[in-house]
T-cell receptor
Framework: EADIYQTPRYLVIGTGKKITLECSQT?????MYWYQQDPGMELHLIHY???????EKGDLSSESTVSRIRTEHFPLTLESARPSHTSQYLC??????????????FGPGTRLLVL | GDSVTQMEGPVTLSEEAFLTINCTYT??????LFWYVQYPGEGLQLLLK?????DKGSNKGFEATYRKETTSFHLEKGSVQVSDSAVYFC?????????????FGTGTRLKVLA
């Protein structure tokens, strides 16, 4: 069972506010990911990290930023929230298992509503 | 590039019915294949996986077989329960591409009626 945590679980915020979504994992995984999930359920990779001080933009352009100062922590920040940022944000981490197969483990998600 | 195609939902079944959710993929290398399940209000949970051709992944009564000849990884369950109502995602990871990223399908919503 994976131990990956996200806070807050739900957030309602006004336009223009700065927010940080927290993601922590206790498994010592090097690789971590942020996905944005739209109402149609599709998952879009917006950021990923292969280790401390490593961050990359994902396949979907996002106005958010991330940092990776500690292995276990991968926060996502929106400097100025807009209604278009309303979505569910999922954090994941992965490790190479048997045969070097990467298995991703997901947190419970943060549901964000920007008014 | 690599891609995953899932059957569109929603899929509505009666309890104890047989379930199939189709998933096909395209990949240039040798991908590993996964099924994830997402219950309402939660994140994704790994349901099963297969790492090479002809492997069968199984968990909680669900099964899927990695078919290289048809590039498919269909999810099946012999008798669904109301508690199986969720969204199911097929995914692949192709480490031969040099990345560790997953490619996810668009998800299939399953609703099981009592």
């Amino acid at each position: 069972e994976a131990d990956i945590y996200q806070t807050p679980r739900y957030l309602v915020i006004g336009t223009g506010k700065k927010i940080t979504l927290e993601c922590s994992q206790t498994m010592g995984h090097d690789k971590m990911y942020w996905y944005q999930q739209d109402p149609g359920m599709e998952l879009h990779l917006i950021h990923y990290s292969y280790g401390v001080n490593s961050t990359e933009k994902g396949d979907l352009s996002s106005e958010s930023t991330v940092s990776r100062i500690r292995t276990e922590h991968f926060p996502l920040t929106l400097e100025s929230a807009r209604p278009s940022h309303t979505s569910q944000y999922l954090c994941a981490s992965s490790e190479p298992g048997r045969g070097q197969v990467e298995t991703q483990y997901f947190g419970p998600g943060t549901r964000l509503l920007v008014l | 590039g690599d891609s995953v195609t899932q059957m569109e939902g929603p899929v509505t079944l009666s309890e104890e019915a047989f379930l199939t959710i189709n998933c096909t993929y395209t990949a240039t290398g040798y991908p590993s294949l996964f099924w994830y399940v997402q219950y309402p209000g939660e994140g994704l949970q790994l349901l099963l996986k297969a790492t090479k051709a002809d492997d069968k992944g199984s968990n909680k009564g669900f099964e899927a077989t990695y078919r290289k000849e048809t590039t498919s990884f269909h999810l099946e369950k012999g008798s669904v329960q109301v508690s199986d109502s969720a969204v199911y995602f097929c995914a692949l990871s192709d480490r031969t591409s040099g990345t560790y990223k997953y490619i996810f399908g668009t998800g299939t919503r399953l609703k099981v009626l009592a």
